[in-house]
T-cell receptor, first 114, second 115 residues
Framework: DTAVSQTPKYLVTQMGNDKSIKCEQN?????MYWYKQDSKKFLKIMFS???????INETVPNRFSPKSPDKAHLNLHINSLELGDSAVYFC?????????????FGSGTRLTVV | AQKITQTQPGMFVQEKEAVTLDCTYD???????LFWYKQPSSGEMIFLIY??????QNATEGRYSLNFQKARKSANLVISASQLGDSAMYFC????????????FGTGTSLTVIP
């Protein structure tokens, strides 16, 4: 059973298209995240949702819109894709509480914009 | 200021030798956790080891140990008896209780194990 699953694993698309990446976790965690990993492997947080509420919204173009229909799902929709959006996008989940749980990551989605 | 600093962009180690990957951190929160993740060429992020700020003992998990020096704010990862499969990117990360809603990641260290 995959704990955090992302689909698709690979996504190749043309500039200007709109695409979505889906993420689901079956760990019962209350918080989910989207991270972008660039070509230099730097991991940058984009968004975080806690129980369907947006709690982190970093400086990200508003072409990126997260949606959390329930606490087990966090999808990422990207409008008008640009070449610079090419990266690996990771979904992660954790339990947000007065404790220090680690993240469980999905396997990543490699997005290539051509 | 950077929350997590990894100063070694690339490291090489001979198979079966031990290697230390450096990580320093910056926080004023007395309660925090330190984590190491491995990212092999296949791309997934694999959790390796965790150290809590109040833990008295250094964490160990199999061939991985964390050399925690609180006063120096360092949390170095030690891999003993390196194997070819250890070749990967390694990320140090920190989570603070007061701002527990995100991890702070370092820039990573690329480790290559030489046969």
């Amino acid at each position: 059973d995959t704990a955090v699953s992302q689909t698709p694993k690979y996504l190749v698309t043309q500039m200007g298209n709109d695409k979505s990446i889906k993420c689901e976790q079956n760990l019962g965690h209350d918080t989910m995240y989207w991270y972008k990993q660039d070509s230099k492997k730097f991991l940058k947080i984009m968004f975080s949702y806690n129980n369907k509420e947006l709690i982190i919204n970093e400086t990200v173009p508003n072409r990126f819109s997260p949606k959390s229909p329930d606490k087990a799902h966090l999808n990422l929709h990207i409008n008008s894709l640009e070449l610079g959006d090419s990266a690996v996008y990771f979904c992660a989940s954790s339990q947000l509480r007065q404790g220090l749980d680690g993240y469980t990551f999905g396997s990543g989605t490699r997005l290539t914009v051509v | 200021a950077q929350k997590i600093t990894q100063t070694q962009p690339g490291m090489f180690v001979q198979e079966k030798e031990a290697v230390t990957l450096d990580c320093t951190y910056d926080t004023s929160d007395p309660s925090y956790g330190l984590f190491w993740y491995k990212q092999p060429s296949s791309g997934e992020m694999i959790f390796l080891i965790y150290q809590g700020s109040y833990d008295q003992q250094n964490a160990t998990e199999g061939r991985y140990s964390l050399n925690f020096q609180k006063a120096r704010k360092s949390a170095n990862l030690v891999i003993s008896a390196s194997q070819l499969g250890d070749s990967a990117m390694y990320f140090c990360a920190m989570r603070e209780v007061l701002t527990g809603n995100q991890f702070y990641f370092g820039t990573g260290t690329s480790l290559t194990v030489i046969p």
